[in-house]
């Protein structure tokens, strides 16, 4: 592996096999434009390597509009995408486990999601490398472009309009193709050769919807054998993608989803929406099922419909999870994971860091397909019906039986149920509300944080309910941290968090700016006696036996 920048293009089958027909759809040449060392971890040096690679698909196979296309001298009809791949510079010292990262709007999410430190997340789209979780844990990582107008080249036809028509779908195509030909191919072409044993893929928001979609129309399954063994479904909401569309650009047919702006937007908000009645679907086309990771944020309930992947398009009983998925609810998370405040957002922004059970999530997906170690159980938020006066993104007109359900809160207004990080169980102030204006995205999606007043003379002045932090912790620092302490061990044990991340949360509640520090007199002497001193933290009073 060269550690500078090289071109090389390489054409992956032998000299009369370019010209001879091939089954189905393959990845035929890859062009690896530069290779950068990212440093080591582990004392395993990684490269990024960014590139194009060329597939190409038969013409008769179900993508809508692909028969019309403009073939090559062989028949087939062609693409070309950008890739980037972050590996070990010898892929083999990797645990075999290989992330397909499906890019939001051409921007990556893999590291922002896994490699975000707690106090400044990284921005979707960066690949620096954070806190360096997925090189640490041995992942290989591979981006591929699937939307038109970011750094994909589809097929076209003209319409009967004279209308040029990009073929969309190849989208769906050109992300299996690569997650087959980098597990399978075995030529010392492919950067990968031989060391991957398993496959994921990973989603965000839109590519969340576009994973989703992947499974409901048949891609992850080429002559019966599975192509992604394990996805991590973030954000995703109620939605699917409408991608299976030839659009005319220059943005992607998928690009636009329903807002305040235009609630009843087809082709998003659709069924099937359980998961229950997706897997319907790929057992009666006698296809392997994954292993599936749903994980909705909090803000996902209010302004994405996200209660209908719980209850389907009728009514409000909840349908079954199958053993084959978990769904986990983060407790007043965001659907925007930022720290900069937008001067037009009403309130604070959302202040949950959610990369922790993320990080999590994956570890135990990686283990559960690589080893069958079951992960923890499904984990949702308590629902109801909205009430009049709340923020909530209600069911479409072309859906009369859908009902749009919402976390129920507690009395400081943070959800009930779900993966309660210690920022909301031992809370602060309040997360995960709409934030307003919901016409402004950033607003909505962000979510709001509502910090408690520090002390009970500073809350009697205010018409908050809440209880301040002086209320609620008497014994100051030392209580709330110990409390914190005792959450987080509490979600190390139910797998919803690693050991290290619960050793950033505790150090981050010792450091809570807050609270005084609690003084502390161990022992003192008094007229000749010794006292051994110890903070009381139920009733915040010093107790001071005597030491005989």
């Given at each position: 592996?060269?550690?500078?920048?090289?071109?090389s293009?390489?054409?992956?089958?032998?000299?009369?096999?370019?010209?001879?027909?091939?089954?189905?759809s393959e990845?035929?040449?890859?062009?690896?434009?530069?290779?950068?060392?990212?440093?080591?971890?582990?004392?395993?040096?990684?490269?990024?390597?960014?590139?194009?690679?060329?597939?190409?698909?038969?013409?008769?196979?179900?993508?809508?509009d692909?028969e019309?296309?403009?073939?090559?001298?062989?028949?087939?009809?062609?693409?070309?995408?950008?890739?980037?791949?972050?590996?070990?510079?010898?892929?083999?010292?990797?645990?075999?486990?290989?992330?397909?990262?499906v890019?939001?709007?051409?921007?990556?999410?893999?590291?922002?999601?896994?490699?975000?430190?707690?106090?400044?997340?990284?921005?979707?789209?960066?690949l620096?490398?954070?806190?360096?979780?997925?090189?640490?844990?041995?992942?290989?990582?591979?981006?591929?472009?699937?939307?038109?107008?970011?750094?994909?080249?589809?097929?076209?036809f003209?319409?009967?309009?004279?209308?040029?028509?990009?073929?969309?779908?190849?989208?769906?195509?050109?992300?299996?193709?690569?997650?087959?030909?980098?597990?399978?191919?075995?030529s010392?072409q492919?950067?990968?050769?031989?060391?991957?044993?398993?496959?994921?893929?990973?989603?965000?928001?839109?590519?969340?919807?576009?994973?989703?979609?992947?499974?409901?129309?048949?891609?992850?399954?080429?002559?019966?054998?599975?192509?992604?063994?394990?996805?991590?479904?973030?954000?995703?909401?109620?939605?699917?993608?409408?991608?299976?569309?030839?659009?005319?650009?220059?943005a992607?047919?998928?690009?636009?989803?329903?807002?305040?702006?235009?609630?009843?937007?087809?082709?998003?908000?659709?069924?099937?929406?359980?998961?229950?009645?997706?897997?319907?679907?790929?057992?009666?086309?006698k296809?392997?099922?994954?292993?599936?990771?749903?994980?909705?944020?909090?803000?996902?309930?209010?302004g994405?419909?996200?209660?209908?992947?719980?209850?389907?398009?009728?009514?409000?009983?909840?349908?079954?999870?199958?053993?084959?998925?978990?769904?986990?609810?983060?407790?007043?998370?965001?659907?925007?994971?930022?720290?900069?405040?937008?001067?037009?957002?009403?309130?604070?922004?959302?202040?949950?860091?959610?990369?922790?059970?993320?990080?999590?999530?994956?570890?135990?997906?990686?283990?559960?397909?690589?080893?069958?170690?079951?992960?923890?159980?499904?984990?949702?938020m308590?629902?109801?019906?909205?009430?009049?006066?709340?923020?909530?993104?209600?069911?479409?007109?072309?859906?009369?039986?859908?009902?749009?359900?919402?976390?129920?809160?507690?009395?400081?207004?943070?959800?009930?149920?779900?993966?309660?990080?210690?920022?909301?169980?031992?809370?602060l102030?309040?997360?995960?509300?709409?934030?307003a204006?919901?016409?402004?995205?950033?607003?909505?999606?962000?979510?709001?944080?509502?910090?408690?007043?520090?002390?009970?003379?500073?809350?009697?002045?205010?018409?908050?309910?809440?209880?301040?932090?002086?209320?609620?912790?008497?014994?100051?620092?030392?209580?709330?941290?110990?409390?914190?302490?005792?959450?987080?061990?509490l979600?190390?044990?139910?797998?919803?968090?690693?050991?290290?991340?619960?050793?950033?949360?505790?150090?981050?509640?010792?450091?809570?700016?807050?609270?005084?520090?609690?003084?502390?007199?161990?022992?003192?002497?008094?007229?000749?006696?010794?006292?051994?001193?110890k903070?009381?933290?139920?009733?915040?009073?010093?107790?001071?036996?005597?030491?005989?």
């Open positions: 592996m060269q550690s500078k920048k090289h071109l293009t390489v054409c992956l089958t032998a000299v009369l096999a370019c010209t001879a027909p091939v089954a189905h990845i035929t040449a890859l062009t690896v434009s530069s290779t950068t060392p990212i440093g080591s971890y582990k004392s395993i040096p990684y490269v990024r390597l960014e590139g194009e690679a060329v597939g190409e698909l038969d013409p008769t196979e179900k993508i809508p692909l019309k296309a403009a073939r090559l001298k062989n028949g087939r009809v062609q693409y070309k995408t950008r890739f980037v791949l972050i590996t070990p510079e010898d892929p083999k010292r990797s645990h075999g486990g290989l992330l397909i990262d890019p939001n709007r051409g921007l990556p999410i893999s590291h922002a999601f896994y490699n975000s430190p707690r106090a400044r997340p990284l921005m979707i789209g960066s620096d490398a954070g806190i360096g979780f997925l090189e640490e844990q041995g992942f290989m990582v591979a981006a591929v472009q699937w939307e038109l107008g970011q750094g994909i080249e589809l097929p076209t003209v319409d009967e309009k004279g209308s040029t028509r990009f073929v969309e779908a190849v989208g769906f195509a050109a992300v299996r193709d690569m997650a087959r030909y980098l597990t399978d191919d075995t010392k492919n950067p990968l050769a031989g060391a991957v044993r398993r496959t994921y893929a990973v989603g965000y928001s839109q590519t969340s919807r576009f994973l989703k979609s992947f499974l409901l129309n048949g891609f992850n399954v080429v002559g019966g054998k599975q192509v992604i063994n394990g996805f991590h479904l973030v954000g995703g909401a109620a939605g699917q993608l409408p991608l299976m569309a030839s659009g005319t650009g220059p992607s047919v998928a690009s636009s989803t329903p807002g305040p702006a235009v609630p009843e937007h087809r082709g998003v908000h659709e069924e099937p929406f359980s998961y229950d009645e997706l897997f319907v679907k790929l057992s009666a086309r296809e392997p099922v994954p292993k599936l990771f749903v994980t909705h944020y909090n803000i996902d309930y209010m994405g419909r996200a209660s209908l992947t719980r209850t389907g398009a009728e009514g409000s009983k909840e349908r079954a999870i199958l053993p084959n998925m978990r769904m986990y609810d983060l407790a007043g998370a965001a659907h925007l994971n930022v720290r900069e405040q937008d001067k037009d957002c009403e309130f604070a922004h959302g202040q949950l860091d959610w990369s922790a059970p993320l990080r999590a999530q994956l570890v135990a997906l990686n283990q559960w397909v690589a080893s069958s170690v079951a992960p923890a159980p499904t984990t949702l308590t629902l109801r019906k909205p009430r009049d006066n709340e923020s909530v993104f209600s069911a479409p007109r072309y859906l009369p039986n859908a009902v749009v359900m919402v976390p129920v809160t507690d009395a400081d207004d943070n959800p009930v149920g779900g993966v309660r990080l210690p920022d909301v169980s031992v809370p102030g309040t997360h995960g509300r709409p934030n204006p919901v016409s402004k995205s950033v607003c909505r999606l962000a979510g709001s944080y509502k910090p408690f007043a520090t002390t009970a003379r500073e809350r009697a002045t205010t018409t908050d309910t809440r209880l301040s932090l002086q209320e609620r912790y008497p014994g100051g620092l030392n209580e709330y941290v110990m409390r914190v302490r005792q959450a987080s061990d979600l190390v044990a139910q797998r919803h968090l690693l050991p290290d991340d619960a050793a950033v949360i505790v150090n981050a509640a010792a450091e809570e700016k807050l609270f005084a520090p609690t003084p502390t007199l161990p022992i003192f002497r008094s007229q000749g006696n010794l006292y051994n001193c903070l009381d933290i139920t009733s915040g009073k010093w107790q001071c036996p005597q030491i005989k």
